[in-house]
């Protein structure tokens, strides 16, 4: 579903029990719920501002992240979708700095409910995002960089088919400390073939 002026955003993707859509200012409750459910899960990896966790993710904060996610998306610099596993808001993802023309890149993060890590949810979230970013997003590469150390969040990637192409030294300041990313990329003509990246993630879980 394609709605405005901005290529691909906003737009609702499914597959199966999993759903990404755009977020709604009535999603705070679930968001904290489930951000400050997931801290010892999620904070480790995340490069966040100062202050106590649940002060953090709590809904007023959400006020505040959703405004946020709302104006970058009517720029036109990043598609963040809420990640729905059987109705339920359980994780995030962003195609965030998209800068378009010559380049026309975007880079992904993600989180997940550890309550559902391992189903195959963020996986076929991200293949979602992708193949949505590479058509009517309108987008030629996508990169996501990952701490060494975050093996879970590697093999999202890994099982997808990204290369691995780089190692950022002291790359992003996260849990207190400069940290070392493995950068990973993929392009458009990489799954053209194979009819996109869901379809190829659908043969992997085969």
Known sequence: MLVGSVPGWPA??????VLLRPYKRGDGKAWSEVRIANQKWLAPWESAPPGPWAEMNSTRAYGYVYQDMKRAARRGESMPFA????DRL???????????RAFS??????WIDAQVAGRGVIPTALAL??????GAGGLHRIEVNIR??????????????FRE???HQR???IDGGWRDHLGYALTSEEIAAEGGLLARWRRVRA
Request: negative net charge; proline residues 6%; glycine residues 10%.
């Open 129 to 134: 995002a992708v193949d949505h970013a590479f």
């Open 148 to 161: 060494p150390e975050n093996v879970p969040s590697r093999r999202v990637v890994e099982k997808l088919g």
């Open 171 to 173: 790359y992003m300041h």
């Open 90 to 100: 359980v994780g995030h993802i962003n195609l965030g700095n998209i800068v378009r």
């Open 12 to 17: 609702v993707l499914t597959d199966g029990p």
């Open 83 to 86: 990640v729905c596993f059987e």
């Open 105 to 110: 890149s975007a880079y992904a993060g993600y």
């Open 165 to 167: 192409e780089a190692y």
